[in-house]
């Protein structure tokens, strides 16, 4: 995983810096998924950047992802279950 990126552009440095954390994130609290979470920061910013120039307004934008978020993540745990195998590792 990429720990560090510098880009000569403010914005895209400030972009790079974003999607960078969601990776690191997701790495420190599942041990997986960065590439999926990486891919979905990216559609994220990018339609929540054509949103804003489209004129609708930022802090409605944030407020519907975190909406968004909260409703995900209950239907995840609903929908889960618990795993109860347990593998043996190969010396």
């Known amino acids: 995983m990429?720990?560090?990126?510098e880009l000569e552009d403010p914005y895209e440095n400030m972009g790079a810096k974003l999607v960078q954390e969601v990776a690191?994130?997701?790495?420190?609290?599942?041990?997986?998924?960065?590439t999926t979470a990486t891919?979905?920061?990216q559609a994220m910013i990018q339609?929540?950047?054509?949103?804003?120039?489209s004129g609708a307004n930022p802090v409605g934008l944030?407020?519907?992802?975190?909406?968004?978020v909260k409703v995900a993540v209950e239907a995840l745990h609903e929908?889960?279950?618990k795993?109860?195998?347990?593998?043996?590792l190969r010396k």
Not at 62 to 68: F, S, T, Y
Not at 83 to 88: A, C, R, T
Request: no cysteine; proline share 0%.
């Open 2 to 5: 990429l720990k560090e990126i």
């Open 24 to 34: 690191n994130k997701t790495n420190e609290i599942a041990g997986d998924g960065t």
């Open 39 to 41: 891919v979905l920061a």
């Open 47 to 53: 339609e929540g950047l054509k949103n804003v120039t």
């Open 62 to 68: 944030r407020q519907g992802i975190d909406k968004a």
């Open 79 to 81: 929908n889960s279950q």
């Open 83 to 88: 795993v109860k195998i347990k593998m043996k």
